[in-house]
């Protein structure tokens, strides 16, 4: 039982660092600039060592855009009824699992989203990771391996759901990010501009 506790208190430690590590680099990131902000500078604003910070995220891209986001998706895609077509799984399951984290803290995601966007150093791994995300939603929903329509089902989702994001990031967060998003799916199954 010690040992589990043990255990169950190093992972919060370990997950309040790195998100201690996040919060100070896009705090860093804001104040200064993205490429003005080291690592070390990071590091110490977070109270850990410049060694630790390379234990969480190897990369400084990666404490911007390294998160939890797609297997909390491919969750919520599974759990949504399987009668449900690929496009409206997908759907669903960004609204509610975005919804979740937009509730939490709109001002973060919309300040790591500008950031990403707009950096582009980040652009560049964003769209890296736009691969492995559509690998994993397309496996989601797939009732086997996937297939090239899954991937490419998968892939107009994410296009969706990044349009949505830029339209966010343009409008300074001025409209609901969870409008967004059902707009832009709205705009997908019609086939037609909105």
């Known amino acids: 039982m010690v040992a589990g506790l043990m255990a169950d208190w190093r992972e919060r430690k370990k997950a309040l660092t790195r998100q201690r590590l996040q919060e100070q680099a896009l705090r860093l990131f804001v104040e200064h600039g993205y490429e003005a902000t080291t690592v070390a500078r990071i590091a110490a604003a977070a109270g850990v060592s ?6 969480y995220f190897p990369t400084k891209e990666d404490v911007v855009l390294s998160d939890s986001y797609d297997p909390l998706l491919v969750a919520a895609i599974r759990a949504r009824p399987a009668t ?3 496009v409206t ?3 669903g399951a960004v609204r509610d699992g975005l919804g979740v ?18 950096t582009p150093a980040l652009r560049a791994r964003l769209w890296e990771n736009q691969f492995a995300t559509r690998d994993l939603l397309a496996e989601a929903v797939s009732e086997g391996a996937p297939t090239f329509g899954t991937r490419v ?3 107009v989702c994410l296009a969706a759901l990044t349009s949505a994001l830029e339209e966010w990031v343009a409008d300074d967060g001025a409209a609901e990010l969870p ?11 019609d086939g037609r501009s909105t």
């Open 50 to 55: 410049h060694m630790t910070f390379f234990r």
């Open 84 to 86: 449900e077509g690929p």
């Open 89 to 91: 799984r997908i759907h």
């Open 101 to 118: 984290i937009y509730a939490a803290d709109r001002d973060a995601l919309l300040e790591r989203v500008r950031l990403a966007l707009r």
């Open 153 to 155: 089902l998968a892939s």
């Open 179 to 189: 409008d967004l998003i059902d707009d832009a799916f709205r705009a997908l199954a």
